[in-house]
C-alpha cells in the first residue's frame, strides 16, 4: 500500500466518569471535532476508532486493539487524538506507543488540545508531565471511588451486588439478607455433608445427580434481580469450587463480610483475596442458616478429606486423621492384596506419604490401622470413663496441663523468636560493614557476592521464621479450650462399646504418629500422641497403683531386653575371638594374608579403644559437676598464666627503663640495644597489624570488631588526653612554671606530630594509597575554604 493513500486514524475514548464531566468529552463531540480538525489540515482518508465506556488505564479495549492492529499491518499514517487523556491515563504505556511504537512504524501521532505532534519533536518536551499527570488523574479517582467503598463498608453497608445462596433482598431493603428456605436447606444439606467427611468433589457429584439447581440457575429462575451470572453449561452440573466457596461463607453464620476481595494497583483488573486482618466482619446482622459449632466442625472435617486421586483404591476412615511426627505430613493408607489372595492384618497400615519421598525423603512411621483403632477406641474409653466418673477432677486437670504446655511452647516460640530477630539485626549490619569494605576495595568482588548471597539467603530464611513464629505466639495466646463441648460430647456418647464413624469424627481432631522404635521385634515401641476435638492432647494422670504396675512391668522388659543383650553379646565375643585365635595361628605360622588380616584386626582394636575414650570424655564434658570442675580447674590456670605474665611484663619495665636512663647518660652499648629492642618491637607490630588486615579482607565480622575497637580504643585515649590537657591549662593559668613549660612543649610536639603525619599521608597519597589519597583530597579542601575564608574576613 503507498504511503499517502494510508489511513488517517481518530480516535476517540469515553470512559464512565467521564460522562460526569458534561457534553464536551461524548464521542459525537469527539468525532466532530477530530473531523474538523483532520479537513481543516489537509488529512484525508479519514477513519474513526471510538471505545465508549472503557476507562483510560484500561488499554484492552476493541477499537483500540483494531487501531494497533492496522498500525501493524502498515495501513495507518496518521494518528489523532482530542487530548492525550483520551488516548490512555496510563504513562508508561503511552509512551511506549508515542515514543518507539509509532515511531518504529513511521505513523505521525497528534494530540490538538496539548499541541503534541511528533512530527515537530522540539515542541513535544512537556509530553511524558502530560502523561504522568493524566495517570495521577485516574489514579486519584481510583483512590476516592474506594474511599466512597470503604466508607460505606466500615459503617456496614454492602457494596456488591452478589447475595450469598440461601438468601435474597426484598426490594425496599437492599441491605438485610432474607433466608430463602429452599436454597437454605440445600445449604444446610451442604455443611451436613461435609460434616459426615464427605469432600468439595463427592458433595458435588450429589448434588449433581440429584439435579438440584447450581446457585447462579437458582438465582435467575427465582431472583432475578439478584443474579449476575447467566452463562452456566448445565444448571445441574455442581462442581468443587462453588461447594468450598460455600462452605468458607461465614454468611451463613449470620455475620456480614465486606471486603473479601481487594485491588492492589488501579492500572490491572487483576483483585486478590483479602486478608484476615483486612476484612471487615460485622456479626449478627441477618438470620443465621447453620450455627457455629456445625461451621466449625464442617471446617475440620474439610482439612481431613484427602484430596481425590485417579484410584479405586477404597480410602480408610482413619485416612487424613494420621500425621507423621517429624516431617508433619499426613500418613498414606497401604490396602495390600497378596497374589496368593491370604489376608493378613498387617495388609491394612499406614506409612509417612513422604517416605522414599525423590525431594523430601522421610522414614516410614509404619503403624497397622487395627493397632490405630485399637489405640483410638482405648483412649477414647478412658477419658470417657473419667469425665463420668469425676467431672471436676477432669476439669482442673486439663486447665493445668493446659497452662503447663502454653507456657512451655509460648515460652520456647518467644526465645527462638528473639534470637531469630537478634540474627536478623546482626545480618544487617554485617552486610552494610560488607558493603562498606567492598566499596573501599578491601574485598574482592567474588568474595563479595559469596558472601552477599549467603547472607541474603540467610536472611530471607529467618524473615520467614520470624512471621511463622510471630503467627504461632499470637495463635497461643489466642486459643483457649474447650471444655464444655468436649463434656457434653462423652455425655452425648456415653457408654459405647465400638467407636463409629461419626464418633470419630466427634472426637478425635489428629493422631500424631512418631516413628517406631526396636524394629521388627518384640521389643518394637512406638509412641502415638492423640488429640481429641475441643482440648487437644490430654494426658490421664495415672493412679498410683497404674504408676507401680508401670513402673514393674517397664523394668521386666528393661531386665528382659538386657539379659537377651548380655546372651547375645557374649555368643558374639565367643565367636570373635575364636576367629581371631585362628588367625593369629596362621599368622604365626607365617602366612602373608593372614598376618595382614591380623595386623588390620590390631589396628580396628586400637580405633575403636580411642574412640571409646572419646566418648567417655564426651560422656564426663555432659556431666555438669564434672563439667564445672574442669572450667574451675582452667580458670585457675589462667589466672595463674596472668599473673606470670604480669611479672613477667613488670621486669621487662624496669629493665626498659633502666635501659633509657643509662642511654639518656650517653651509654653507646645501652643507645644500640635500646634502638634494638625498639626495631624489634615495631616490626612485631607490623607483623601483628598485617595478620589483622588479611584477616579483616576475608572476614567481615572481624573487621567490623576491629573497627569498632579502634573507635572505642580512640575515644578512651582522646578523652583521657583531652582530660590531661584540661589539668594542664588550669595549672599554667594558676601561675605553675613548670605547667607552662609542660604546655609549651606539649604544643611544639604537636605542631611536629601534625607536620610529620600530614607529610606521610601525602607522600601515601602520592604512593597510589587510595585511603590515603581521599584524605589528603579531603585536607586540600578544607585547607583552601579556611584560606578562603581568612581572605574574606581581611578584605572585609
Known amino acids: 500500500m503507498a504511503k499517502d493513500n494510508r489511513i488517517t486514524a481518530l480516535y476517540e475514548r469515553l470512559s464512565r466518569d467521564d460522562e460526569m464531566q458534561g457534553e464536551s468529552n461524548s464521542i459525537t463531540n469527539q468525532k466532530k471535532y477530530l473531523e474538523d480538525y483532520a479537513v481543516q489540515h489537509g488529512f484525508g482518508n479519514i477513519q474513526h476508532f471510538s471505545d465508549d465506556g472503557y476507562s483510560g488505564t484500561n488499554f484492552n479495549r476493541p477499537a483500540f486493539n483494531f487501531l494497533l492492529t492496522e498500525i501493524e499491518a502498515g495501513r495507518v499514517g496518521t494518528v489523532i487524538v482530542k487530548d492525550m487523556s483520551r488516548f490512555g491515563r496510563n504513562y508508561l504505556q503511552v509512551g511506549f506507543y508515542t515514543e518507539m511504537m509509532f515511531p518504529k512504524k513511521n505513523v505521525r ?30 489514579k486519584d479517582t481510583s483512590k476516592k471511588i474506594k474511599a466512597v467503598f470503604k466508607a460505606k463498608m466500615r459503617d456496614g453497608k454492602r457494596v456488591s451486588g452478589a447475595v450469598p445462596y440461601g438468601y435474597y433482598r426484598k426490594p425496599e431493603d437492599k441491605q438485610t439478607l432474607y433466608v430463602d428456605e429452599a436454597s437454605a436447606s440445600v445449604v444446610r444439606r451442604i455443611f451436613q455433608l461435609a460434616c459426615d467427611g464427605m469432600g468439595a468433589t463427592a458433595i458435588a457429584d450429589t448434588l449433581s445427580e440429584d439435579k438440584i439447581l447450581i446457585p447462579s440457575a437458582y438465582a435467575r429462575q427465582n431472583h432475578p434481580e439478584d443474579c449476575q451470572c447467566t452463562n452456566y453449561h448445565d444448571p445441574y452440573t455442581w462442581n468443587a469450587t462453588t461447594v468450598g466457596y460455600i462452605l468458607n ?120 490401622a487395627s493397632t490405630i483403632e485399637m489405640l483410638i477406641y482405648q483412649a477414647t474409653k478412658r477419658v470417657s470413663q473419667y469425665v463420668l466418673k469425676d467431672e471436676k477432677e477432669f476439669v482442673e486437670q486439663l486447665k493445668a496441663q493446659y497452662e503447663l504446655q502454653c507456657e512451655k511452647d509460648n515460652t520456647d516460640d518467644k526465645k527462638e523468636l528473639l534470637e531469630a ?134 523394668a521386666r522388659r528393661a531386665e528382659e531386653i538386657a539379659e537377651r543383650k548380655r546372651k547375645s553379646s557374649k555368643k558374639s565375643t565367643q565367636k570373635r575371638n575364636q576367629k581371631r585365635a585362628e588367625i593369629k595361628a596362621k599368622a604365626e605360622a607365617g602366612d602373608p594374608e593372614a598376618m595382614a588380616e591380623y595386623k588390620a584386626i590390631l589396628e580396628k582394636g586400637r580405633q575403636n579403644n580411642r574412640k571409646r575414650s572419646e566418648k567417655m570424655r564426651e560422656l564426663r564434658m555432659s556431666d555438669p559437676e564434672y563439667r564445672a570442675k574442669m572450667e574451675e580447674k582452667e580458670r585457675l590456670a589462667l589466672e595463674r598464666e596472668k599473673k606470670r605474665q604480669e611479672r613477667a611484663t613488670k621486669k621487662k619495665k624496669i629493665a626498659l627503663a633502666e635501659l633509657k636512663e643509662q642511654a639518656e647518660k650517653g651509654n653507646q652499648e645501652a643507645v644500640r640495644e635500646l634502638e634494638e629492642r625498639r626495631a624489634i618491637a615495631r616490626e612485631r607490630s607490623r607483623k601483628s597489624a598485617e595478620k589483622r588486615k588479611q584477616r579483616a579482607e576475608n572476614d567481615p565480622e572481624y573487621a567490623k570488631y576491629l573497627e569498632e575497637r579502634n573507635t572505642e580504643y580512640n575515644r578512651r585515649h582522646t578523652a583521657r588526653r583531652k582530660e590531661q590537657m584540661e589539668a594542664l591549662r588550669a595549672r599554667a593559668e594558676a601561675g605553675d612554671q613548670e605547667a607552662q613549660s609542660q604546655l609549651a612543649e606539649r604544643k611544639q610536639y604537636q605542631v611536629r606530630a601534625t607536620v610529620k603525619s600530614y607529610r606521610k599521608m601525602r607522600d601515601d597519597a602520592l604512593s597510589g594509597d587510595p585511603i590515603a589519597k581521599v584524605r589528603y583530597e579531603k585536607t586540600l579542601a578544607m585547607r583552601r575554604e579556611a584560606y578562603h575564608a581568612k581572605k574574606s574576613e581581611q578584605t572585609a
Open 249 to 368: 461463607r461465614r454468611e451463613y453464620l449470620g455475620h456480614t463480610v465486606l471486603g473479601k476481595t481487594t485491588r492492589d494497583n488501579f492500572k490491572t483488573k487483576r483483585k486478590r483475596i483479602a486478608n484476615e486482618d483486612e476484612l471487615l466482619v460485622f456479626y449478627n446482622t441477618h438470620e443465621a442458616i447453620i450455627d457455629q459449632e456445625i461451621y466449625d466442625k464442617a471446617q475440620r472435617m474439610r482439612k481431613r478429606v484427602s484430596p481425590r486421586r485417579n484410584s479405586e483404591k477404597p480410602a480408610h476412615r482413619l485416612s487424613g486423621l494420621l500425621y507423621c511426627a517429624d516431617c508433619g505430613s499426613r500418613l498414606a493408607y497401604i490396602n495390600s492384596k497378596p497374589k496368593d489372595g491370604k489376608i493378613y492384618d498387617s495388609n491394612q497400615a499406614f506409612r509417612c506419604s513422604r517416605y522414599h519421598n525423590k525431594y523430601h525423603s522421610c522414614t516410614g512411621h509404619y503403624i497397622k
Open 109 to 138: 501521532f497528534i494530540a490538538v488540545n496539548n499541541g503534541v505532534d511528533s512530527a515537530n519533536p522540539a515542541d513535544n518536551d512537556f509530553t511524558p508531565f502530560l502523561n504522568i499527570m493524566n495517570e495521577w488523574y485516574a
Open 421 to 554: 530477630k537478634r540474627r536478623m539485626m546482626d545480618l544487617d549490619d554485617l552486610i552494610k560493614g560488607l558493603y562498606e569494605n567492598f566499596t573501599l576495595g578491601r574485598l574482592p568482588e567474588r568474595q563479595f557476592n559469596r558472601l552477599m548471597t549467603e547472607y541474603d539467603t540467610e536472611q530471607s530464611n529467618l524473615e520467614q521464621r520470624i512471621s511463622e513464629l510471630e503467627t504461632a505466639t499470637e495463635r497461643i495466646s489466642t486459643k483457649a479450650v474447650q471444655i464444655d463441648k468436649f463434656v457434653r460430647l462423652v455425655k452425648k456418647y456415653r457408654d459405647f462399646e465400638e467407636l463409629t464413624t461419626p464418633m470419630l469424627n466427634d472426637f478425635i481432631e489428629k493422631v500424631v504418629i512418631h516413628e517406631a522404635e526396636g524394629g521388627r521385634t518384640k521389643d518394637r515401641t512406638q509412641q502415638v500422641d492423640i488429640y481429641f476435638n475441643f482440648i487437644g492432647n490430654f494426658v490421664l494422670p495415672l493412679s498410683e497403683d497404674e504408676v507401680e504396675a508401670l513402673q514393674s512391668e517397664e
